[in-house]
């Protein structure tokens, strides 16, 4: 996958774990989406290094704080998912 691609399926897990227009589930809080994100990572379902720069570049709060219900932000374990590796 390119660069821009890879970038793309970041933001579209994070907007779909948090959407809260799906009838068929519930839209998950920001740290059991960055959690699941984590897990995606470290299964080499997301590109670790821009996950990690998604994470440390403060996108995914400026996001939240513009678009996430107000019960759905509460404070993920960062630091947490930047120290996972993927899976050899």
Same mark, same amino acid.
């Given at each position: 996958? =390119?660069? &821009?691609?890879?970038?793309?399926?970041?933001?579209?897990? #994070? @907007?779909?774990?948090?959407?809260?227009?799906?009838?068929?589930?519930?839209?998950?809080?920001? =740290? @059991?989406?960055?959690?699941?994100?984590?897990?995606?990572?470290?299964?080499?379902?997301?590109?670790?290094?821009?996950?990690?720069? #998604?994470?440390? =570049?403060? &996108?995914?709060?400026?996001?939240?704080?513009? #678009?996430?219900?107000?019960?759905?932000?509460? @404070?993920?374990?960062? @630091? =947490?998912?930047?120290?996972?590796?993927?899976?050899?």
């Amino acid at each position: 996958m =390119s660069p &821009v691609a890879r970038m793309m399926a970041i933001a579209d897990v #994070f @907007e779909a774990l948090t959407a809260t227009d799906r009838p068929y589930k519930k839209a998950k809080k920001l =740290s @059991e989406a960055i959690r699941i994100m984590g897990n995606m990572k470290r299964d080499h379902h997301l590109d670790p290094d821009l996950l990690d720069l #998604f994470l440390t =570049s403060g &996108v995914w709060r400026d996001y939240a704080h513009r #678009f996430l219900d107000g019960q759905q932000i509460d @404070e993920p374990d960062i @630091e =947490s998912v930047l120290g996972i590796r993927p899976a050899a």
